[in-house]
């Protein structure tokens, strides 16, 4: 050991006895095929996988042993969950296990559609603001004032002079998400403009146009991506409870807020019509935000395992 | 520091113009006639005519906001078109069980939500971590009123521990005023805390790696001081910001919880309001809400150079 003090001096022995280094990029293990994907992405995985078996279960729902699920029958109504009715009827006879399947589609419809619309609309909004600076001052100044009303009472506020439907639904939703997905792009925009490869375009005479298309748009990707998976979880929440307070889907579709909202007056003696779609919603919910956290990680090293 | 408060009590005035704007237009943006919307499918033409009047729908538009913006800085919100009382009579009625819940809320999350991120960063990676994230995804995958059922199901339905429902003003007492609370409160807590609980981890683990972290452990200053006096000193920034945008998560989920446990506070009234299509109700109470999280957002920004001194202006 005494040699390897002196600078240059070292020997192999010395590099095998040294405490090993903290590895400042950690080990690869090129494993291949889905074990691996597995085994680097638990949560994708499992929360991808709870979304897709939700997924087939809403658009495979007239084939699971379904009936009608608003067809009334008020000789049946309110029966405990048997063998006959597995999570019972409600107050109007209607089988609660039904409306609870075709329901998952209300909601799958909603939460995609209000990410896809949401992202979409938010991403040119930030490329514009990112880029055209005059129109940044103006864009910002109204996203500012639209987040400032808390998304859920701007949704209840749209959805008040709309008559319930489910585009409707989508749209109140969509312009309440709007402002936070244009605010991330703008920051990711405005933080892409500094990068050297950016300005090498540029020097290269590169127009702003094709700046945007192939430097700047691929890297808003990532974020967006995982934002939408956060917005599509949040949305289909929002749906529930604009539907649960009567002022989302109209009361003919059986949403899980509907549902919810009719087992209301009934929960402290007939709980199971408000707990299964409460479950149901809350498992969708968990396995969109569980494939967020996990696409976030995948996506993003530097967060991963930190937020 | 005067000055600064001064810039940034008048860079309010744009957003909350912009919220006053906004909300005056929602009238405005309805697909179709909006008097015709608000009256229902059983008003006569009358009745349509009636509302069309009194919303102001038959004058000019932008006539039409100078008076209401003139009106709302003078704290007339307009009438409601249900009840014919003024708004705000209407909202101050409202407000206590409102302010009530929300405060509670507010001050049971942080005190749970605070030492709840500050363990999970102190035993990183442990068992003890994990449970911390795995609540806080939890928290933010349960809606707020299906942990409302569950939990008045279990606590007051079975258990007989709490109330059920309702609301019991605070000028009859603090304890049945608190009883009603409880359950709301944790309801609607369950979201806050899973965001604030995150948010505190991760400033945490960021701060403990620092030197001063080092030099503190090295001078021999105990884990708990580090953690506590160090440690959350230097990561309140962060946290009490978003202990502030977590605000409307409160406000929004503070009109769930209330149809939920009956409590007849400003939610209720949002929701009537909604189902008779009471629109100058609906305005009035959306400005307010609003109103309310951008005054919270004011002050927390005020409040920064109490945690952080090198934030000077």
């Given amino acids: 050991m005494s040699t390897s003090i002196l600078p240059g001096r070292l020997t192999a022995a010395d590099v095998a006895a040294a405490a090993p280094q903290p590895d400042v990029m950690p080990p690869v293990r090129a494993r291949r095929g889905f074990a691996g994907f597995m085994r680097r992405n638990p949560t994708i995985v499992f929360g991808g996988g709870l979304l897709l078996l939700i997924l087939l279960v809403a658009v495979f729902a007239p084939l699971l042993w379904t009936t009608d699920p608003t067809a009334l029958a008020p000789a049946r109504r309110t029966r405990e969950p048997s063998a006959m009715y597995w999570f019972g009827t409600d107050m109007l006879g209607r089988d609660v296990y039904s409306r609870v399947l075709y329901g998952a589609r209300v909601s799958l419809i909603v939460g995609f559609s209000v990410a896809f619309f949401s992202s979409v609309i938010g991403l040119t909004i930030g490329l514009v603001s990112g880029f055209v600076r005059w129109a940044d001052a103006i864009i910002m100044r109204i996203m500012d004032g639209l987040m400032s009303i808390p998304s859920i009472l701007l949704a209840i506020a749209l959805m008040a002079l709309t008559r319930g439907s489910v585009g409707n639904v989508i749209l109140a939703i969509t312009i309440a998400e709007i402002p936070r997905v244009s605010r991330l792009v703008r920051g990711v925009v405005l933080s892409l403009r500094e990068q050297p490869y950016v300005d090498a375009a540029v020097a290269s005479g590169t127009s702003t146009p094709r700046i945007i298309l192939r430097h700047i748009l691929p890297n808003t990707l990532a974020p967006i991506t995982v934002q939408a998976t956060y917005i599509c979880a949040s949305a289909m929440i929002a749906e529930s409870i604009l539907s649960f307070i009567g002022a989302g889907t109209p009361p003919i579709i059986p949403s899980w807020g509907n549902i919810m909202a009719e087992g209301r007056a009934l929960w402290q003696v007939k709980p199971y019509i408000v707990f299964f779609p409460a479950i149901f919603l809350s498992l969708t919910v968990l396995a969109v935000n569980l494939l967020g956290d996990g696409l976030r990680d995948a996506l993003d090293p530097r967060m991963a395992k930190r937020v | ?313």
């Fill in chain 2, 1 to 313: 520091m005067f000055a600064y408060a001064l810039r940034r009590i008048v860079a309010t005035i744009p957003v909350m113009a912009v919220v006053a704007l906004f909300v005056f237009s929602l009238l405005y943006l309805s697909p179709g006639d909006p008097a015709a919307v608000i009256a229902g499918d059983q008003a006569t033409p009358a009745d349509v005519e009636r509302i069309r009047q009194s919303l102001g729908l038959d004058r000019p538009y932008l006539v039409r906001f100078g008076e209401w913006a003139w009106h709302i800085m003078r704290g007339d919100l307009g009438t409601s078109i249900f009840t014919n009382l003024p708004v705000s009579t209407m909202i101050a009625q409202r407000i206590e069980p409102t302010l009530s819940l929300m405060i509670i809320t507010l001050i049971l999350a942080v005190s749970i939500a605070v030492p709840m991120g500050v363990t999970a960063a102190w035993k990183h990676g442990t068992i003890i971590d994990r449970a911390v994230m795995g609540f806080a995804v939890l928290g933010f995958s349960v809606p707020v009123f299906v942990v409302g059922y569950v939990l008045a199901y279990v606590f007051a339905l079975e258990l007989d521990w709490l109330p059920v429902q309702g609301y019991t003003p605070f000028s009859r007492g603090v304890w049945p005023w608190f009883q009603n609370l409880i359950l709301p409160a944790v309801a609607l807590g369950g979201v806050y805390i899973a965001l604030i609980a995150r948010i505190t981890r991760a400033t945490m683990l960021e701060v403990l790696q620092q030197d001063y972290i080092r030099t503190a452990r090295a001078k021999g200053v105990g884990q708990r001081g580090i953690l506590f006096l160090h440690a959350l000193k230097n990561a309140a920034v962060p946290i009490v910001t978003v202990i502030g945008i977590g605000v409307a998560l409160l406000i929004g989920g503070a009109v769930v919880t209330e149809s939920v446990f009956a409590i007849p506070g400003l939610g209720r009234l949002t929701v009537d309001a909604i189902l008779r299509r009471d629109y100058p109700v609906i305005q009035g109470v959306i400005l307010l809400f609003s109103f309310m999280y951008v005054l919270v957002n004011l002050l927390i920004d005020l409040l920064y150079t109490l945690f952080d001194p090198r934030i000077r202006y």
